[in-house]
């Protein structure tokens, strides 16, 4: 995508992925496009990484697939948020947030 | 839609899990449609297709990589949900399999029951053939170790002892025999008294040769076994102590070897202990080996007419046992022609040495494990006809589970899980039913199973068990699965009444198997309780209720014309007992030995008779006839005015003055026993000496006062029980001597139960498997019966709704039951026909295809399968035509 794009902390796939499938069943390419749009083009997942990750966290049970037909009719795979998925992102993003919250409280005062 | 619903519907159909193949190529659409997705955009946007098409391979990266990664990931994902959904659908069958078997308690009952009987059985026979015939005997390369034994086929004799003249001899010149040694041992009989530290003791004892350990090849645990110039005279005070006496007498003092211990009064020093396991040539335990030249000639006499020790071989390297027969039998057949004495012991017989010591055992253990593996598929059988009963019954349910989408082979599990958790159920209760069973087997068969202690259930025999338990419910588990599967779906459609065809058909089939087993285990079982009776009725010669022995040896602390008074006193004392008859002494008790082998010349013998048979020379004092009760034919018995300086005098058997003196009075003839002329004074009636089922010997007697021999078995008559006079016996021996050791005291009708043990075990063993068996045949014919009245309610109520007399409707349903029996019957006695030559070998005095045995099982038979299907043939004539009509 667009060179500007900021680079990934690791780790982090794995959240934008569980929090796209939070919407509902998602192919790989449709997941790929919700995280450029919902951060405007400011993150990008290279389509590799994002694919090693849907498969990871499917055989982790997070997340499970299914094949269906995409709105081009065209059969495609979903995914779907487990329920072991979503608690694991809850769990997630609290703890990144608490991280945030520490790094950001060293950081203000400056 | 359309699309997505087949979709849908080949998803059902698809393996629970997907293939390697299935897996990449999935992968791969995903991917592709990834790319296409991007590209479209891209073109949305404005690009050419070629340039969209490689652009969004561009962005996506590495394709071959993440390709790989993602088929990996993919693949781990399959294996562990097929592990997991294997493990949750045996979990899911496990419990419904226990669930169903509560709820069905009488079945499940009856199967665990049989089941565990059958395997029960199985597991303690098999113990003991395991401990006895397959475990490897304890010593080094055993499969080249032999017996050799002298034999004099013109009397029939092929399995003597050697003399030890000649056991030199054949020591000497044998080039195939790698080594060979002798001992003279005599279960209980032959002995050491163990005195000095501690209680005096009676030992049992192995005289042996030079040659005897290295033949054998087993060293010793601690010290050494005899070197070859510890046999020599001077020398030869060492002895080598069993492990069990060891630890028992020593408390396993590995600081033993070297020290002394005192033997018939004797100082012997002790050379070494051997191993556990090791009691040769004993079965079950001994104590000690010392060298055979501590046993002088005084004692036993070394002329090449004594024929009294025991020969084992080592095979040469490459050598067969029947060239060492040939060898040594030439070398015999030499021997025969050179030594008058020798006259006729032109042969010898070899033997594996395994053979020898479980030859009688073989044959019995042979014949209970057929029976108890025909107990096993009765057993095996009978479950599958109660799963094919509970299958039809089931039948609905299963079609149930079918119609709600269950596959055929899911169904086919579960059925086959629960049939394999009964089995393993019943296999545990088997196992603890077994253990009980060797116990019990051990308790009443110890002294007549070689190494009773060896056998125990260990893991080899667990595991056979396992096996066994887990076949039969696989094999008896697969029919009714196979048969419940088939139909599921017809079943549903037909209702209720659409069960009762086939399976009935199979389930008849098992059980006319079943009744045939049963039959060839019952007529089985019956000859051989028939040989036993007839072997308990049989005339020994001898009165063996209300008589006591005590046997002893007298010890080298008596010497000379004192052993006599001695002996005499003892008598004597005994005699004084109040309630005793009778009290009198023979060398070997009858039964329990065979006497002194001697070939008598008689003056006067006619050629036309040919050579004067061989006969059993015993030693006895006064009294004895009378003291084991033994009538006097003719002439008299011992008095003490035969003694030393006395004409030596005889009393014979009947059947030796039939054979030395055919046709005459043998009172008043003379023989001459090597060069003594010995002259009849009387003729006894004939005892079986060499065993209940052996012929008689003829037999010569000789007075103790004349011819001494150590070895005193005391036989006391007595009024009322001989147990109770065991400690007054007792008391009366130490009264005359205060350390005279005293071997064994215990009435004659044990001595002869021990003999008649193995047969009367086995007729009582194979009697409890044939009733079992027998049970099992009946119930499964009550069983099918009791089935088809309840399938066939409808039938039998319109047949009696259009008047068919009852009569009728019990014989149509009675007549089904005895065709099933009568099927099972001609098969059985078929098979029993086939099998009972392999009894010839343990019946006596009965004829394996004895046509009353098979008479008498057929009968009771009939009786037995009339009963089990009359009484169901008599509910179904309770059945009232209005309610059977309705019913369903």
Redesign the interface.
Known sequence: MAVDSLALVQGTVNVLILKALTQGPMHGYGISKWIHDESTGALAVEDAALYQALHRLERKGLIESEWGVSDANRKAKFYTLTREGRKYLQAEVAALRRYMDALFKILQPA | ?N??ER?HRR?QFRFPWRSRRQVAE?LE???A??I???A??LVAKGWSDAAARSEAVR?????D??GA??RR??A??EQ?KRRTTMLDELWQDLTFAFRSMRSSRGFTTAALLTLALGIGANTAVFSVVHGVLLDPLPFHDAGQLVRVFHAQPSSGNLRGAVSEPDFLDWRESSRTAASMGAYFFADGLSGVDLTGAGDPERLSAALVTDGFFQTLGTAAILGRTLATEEHLEGRNRVVVLSHGFWTRRFAADPSIVGRTIRLDGDPFEVAGVMPPGFTYPATQAIDVWIPLSNLGPEAIPRGRDVHFLSVVARLGPGVTAAQLHDEVGGLAARLSRQFVENAGWDGVTVVGLRDTIVGDVRRPLFVLSVAVALLLVIAGVNVASLLLARASGRQRELAVRAALGAGRGRIARQLLTESLTLAAIGGALGVALGQLGVRALLASGSDILPWAADIRLDGFVLTVALVTSLAVGLVFGLVPTMRATRDLDPTLRAGARGSVGSGQRVRSALVVCEVALAVMLVIGAGLVTKSFARLSAVDLGFRSQNALVATFSVGSSHQGEERLTYVESVLEAVRALPGVQAAGSIRDLPLLGNGEVNRPTVPGRSDALGEPPAVQVHHVSTDFFQAIGTPLKSGRSFSLMDRDGTPSVTVVNEEAARRLWPGQDAVGKTVLLGSTEVRVVGVVGDIRQRGVAEPVDPAMYLHLHQNFRNRISLVVRVTGDASSYAGLVRQAIWSKDPHQTITSVTMLDDVLGRVTARPRLLAWLLSVFGAVGLTLGVLGIFGVQAYAVNQRRQEIGVRVALGAPLRSVVLLIVGRGMLLAGAGLVLGLGGAALLAGSLRAVLFGIEPLDAWTFAQVSGALLGAALLASWLPARRGLAIDPVSALRYD
Do not use: K
């Open positions: 839609m699309d997505s979709l998803r999935e659409a995903e991917l449609f990834h296409d997705a991007s479209a955009d962005r996506f990266g590495d394709m990589y993440t990664y993602c990931e993919d781990r994902r562990e």
